[in-house]
């Protein structure tokens, strides 16, 4: 595998011996969004009974037959076009075969040899702004299992077949990240663009979305460790931790003079380990071979142009965009692009105006009460009129951003727009000259030692401004505050 | 009043609508005959009396009121391995012995829109895994035909024994029967009766148990040629369930019977010699010739040099993919679970397919598996997929030269039950001759064509390109009359 990153010595782990470098490649089960499943008719969807989400095909009665839904290739296609990937026009169903009761057919229907997606790319930003490459390798169809219920009886076992049969894409990206918070950043930017695409509502807690990490460790400069494969991670939290963990038993395996055999270990959150499932030779032999109930998959050109033609912009353009058109930081533009819908919130306030500031408000205080409340984006009590009205405010000179602040409460708690706010409360900033300079001849007057005091110590001019804010209310325009209280002052 | 239950499908069809009985006479007198026949024969594992008569007695009420479709009031009997809507349907194993699907099979259900009545279910080998009907759970069918020789309880051949056995023994009009390496064909040639297996994809699989995916194609067993086209004509269609069916139109193939075959060219192909054929099958072959001939057809030897490679392909393909069809019967969700002493997963499992499934069965999934797993996937599945493509372009070589194939259809006339269990090999050699059909993906029918020295019956194939069944039955129909087969087996049972 070719080693497309430079070492990088910040994100070694030291052991006891020296540093070594952790290799981890991601692949992602990403259930499709589609009303119905991967081969049958029957119903996709959460909180339905045991078992009632399940047609003939899925419960593989004798003589069902599998019948591909288009539209789950149509999401597949659109997913690799957005991770920059290569469409195969070409591409096989092949059958995993393998016994257990969650799976009826007794072979899961997947992409073996040739997956409908090949190569692509993916830009991940890290929290630092600063981005790295992941290679994808491909993507390709597949079933999901059903469920097994352990905990209805203290004997027996159920069966839950509502999920068996719906699609998943597996996204397998190449051993690219070097870190536990790379292999997170990965996963939230992928899960960001199944989202923009609407291919995949990127639920973690759903199991919508799951990873299979690869982990393994090396002396910086050497070649490949061997990889142990932890199955089924469902959070970034966990993500992290499992790498961590894992990374640090392989460690010390290795330094203890040991090997590492290739496996696939569970994480488990609880006891903060990885344990083993199964070894190499445990391994099942899957019996791959092509689905004869399948014929080939064949798109045509024009289909894949039309879906082409009809992504949305990808986080990684939007995100170039915000930076190039808006002058965002880097920061910002990370932060307004990871979530669609505020990126587009930002916009519809951001035109026009002072991006950066409106940046700002979106990004910080309106993030903030967000987050507060549990809200998304688009059950924000302000809408983007009314950030866009409050930066006008602003730049008008109107309000002063102190008071901005408190117009925002007073328009979160649904009092209506800035400017109603503004005039009902009569929050204008003062920028009559007059009555500040009266406000000031007051202060300085009722305040000798401190203007003696200010005359040894410029900087000390401060609490006079704080004065002139309380007096008026912090009405006054901070600038002229500044302006009179130095000539007057005689600093 | 003559016994309608010899009557050929068209005859019946004829006196239906000409009002000469009704449906439930026609229908009654079968089950009459299936009673007195069906301890001897055991052609049926379900007679389906009380259905037959009440879908009978909806077919005359059409039948009054001038309605009805291609098939109305013919009482047919469908191969177990069609799924029937409450109905059980078994493909003649002990693991799906109780079954009762909620569906019905697309072909099935074709046949019912056409008006036809359901007589039962008919017997065949464990998931037509056989060549002798010796592999069903419900025991062996018996050929109604036997030898001068030898009073010898004969097979009918498989895995569609049951359905041969009912056509022959006038146990229904016609019979469902499907193709897997020769199911149709063979049991066809062993009872004197027309079987024809159509074009892969021409009939759909929905609803049909499945041996191998890639093979397996329904068809008709009947009387005469004419009768076949009937029944497959009703049979096939496009269907949207069945991702390889093809979306093509059916042809009125009976129209077909009875066209004249001048200046067609027919293929023999030299290497269907095989040794150790009997002579009385080459002289067929030869007579064969002659009477395509006489019809105004060209002879013309080909080469198809793939052919010696046909049956250990098939033996590979067909293997392969039951192993993974057959996955589903675990015992978890329907059929036969297994109540042993097994503590694990693992023991539930090998315990209900241990008692679920025959020995043939077994046999043929070992070997699938064998065949598909790792480090030896490319010596035998992939290069069987090799050969599979080089038959197919055997036969791509010579349709600029040939307008069909003629052979025989298979290599002896009926054994004796019990004769070939102990040599799985032996029983194998049975499909010599009409595996390649299957594995090209071609129609192949089997004509009737003359008795041996043991007044055995003899069948002749005709191979024809991909959706060409047209011509096949042209020259089914030249055969047919040439041949003048009239013989029937001597009622013993």
Known sequence: MLDTRPADPSKFIQGRTGPWEVILGLEVHAQVASKSKLFSGAAVGFGAGPNEQVSLVDAAMPGMLPVLNRYCVEQAVKTGLGLRAQINRRSRFDRKNYFYPDLPQGYQISQFEFPIVGEGVVEVERDDGATFEVRIERLHLEQDAGKLIHDLSPSESYVDLNRAGTALMEIVSKPDMRSSEEAAAYVKMLRTILIYLGTCDGDLEKGNLRADVNVSVRRPGEGLGTRCEIKNVNSFRFIQEAIEHEARRQIEILEDGGRILQETRLYDPNKRETRSMRSKEEAHDYRYFPDPDLLPLELEQAWIDEIKASLPELPDDKRRRFMGDYGLSAYDAGVLIADQAKADYFEAAAKGRDAKLVANWVTNELSARLTAGDLEINESPVPATYVAELVDLLGEGVISSKIAKEVFEHVWNGEGSPRA??????????????????????????????????????????????????????????????????????I | MTDLTQLTLKAALDGLKAKQFSSEELTRSFIDAIDAANPKLNAYVLPTADRALAMAKASDARLAAGEGGALEGAPLGIKDLFCTEGVRTTAGSKILSEFVPPYESTVTANLWADGAVMLGKLNMDEFAMGSSNETSFFGPVVN??????????????????????????????????????????????????????????????????????????AGPIAKTVTDSAIMLKAMCSHDEKDSTSLNVETPDWPSFVGRSVKGLRIGVPREYVVDGMPAEITALWEQGRKWLEAAGCQMVEISLPHTKYALPTYYIVAPAEASSNLARYDGMRYGLRAEGNGKSLTDLYEETR????????????????????????????????????????????????????????????????????????????????????????????????????????????????????????????????????????????
């Open chain 2, 144 to 217: 109604p035909w036997k030898s001068r020789a030898s009073n010898a309880d004969l097979t009918p051949g498989g895995s569609s024994g049951g359905s041969a056995s009912s056509v022959a023994a006038d146990l229904c009009l016609a019979a469902t029967a499907s193709d897997t390496g020769g199911s149709i064909r063979q049991p066809a040639a062993f009872t004197g009766t027309v079987g024809i297996k159509p074009t892969y994809g021409r009939a759909s699989r929905y609803g049909m148990v499945a041996f191998a995916s890639s093979l397996d194609q």
């Open chain 2, 354 to 493: 241990a008692e679920g499934f025959g020995k043939e069965v077994q046999r043929r999934l070992t070997i699938g598996t064998y065949v598909l797993s790792a480090g030896y996937y490319d010596a035998y599945y992939v290069k069987a997929l090799k050969v599979r493509r080089r038959i197919l372009q055997d036969f791509e070589n010579v349709w600029d030269k040939v307008d069909a194939i003629l052979t025989p259809s298979t290599p002896s006339a009926a054994f004796a039950l019990g004769d070939k269990q102990i040599d799985p090999v032996a029983m194998y050699l049975n499909d010599i001759f009409t595996v390649t059909a299957n594995l090209a993906g071609l129609p192949g029918i089997s004509v009737p064509a003359g008795l041996d020295a043991n007044g055995l019956p003899l069948g002749l194939q005709l191979i024809g390109r991909a959706l060409d069944e047209g011509t096949v039955f042209s020259l089914a129909g030249a055969l047919e009359d040439s041949a003048a087969f009239t013989a029937k087996a001597e009622k013993w049972w």
């Open chain 1, 421 to 490: 706010v503004v005039e009902k409360r009569g929050l204008k900033q003062v920028t009559d000259t007059g009555a500040i300079e009266k406000a000031i001849d007051e202060i300085i007057a009722a305040n000798p030692g401190q203007v003696a005091a200010v005359k040894e110590k410029p900087q000390a001019v401060g609490w006079f401004v704080g004065q002139v804010m309380k007096a008026t209310g912090g009405k006054a325009n901070p600038a002229a505050v500044n302006e009179i209280l130095k000539s007057k002052l005689g």
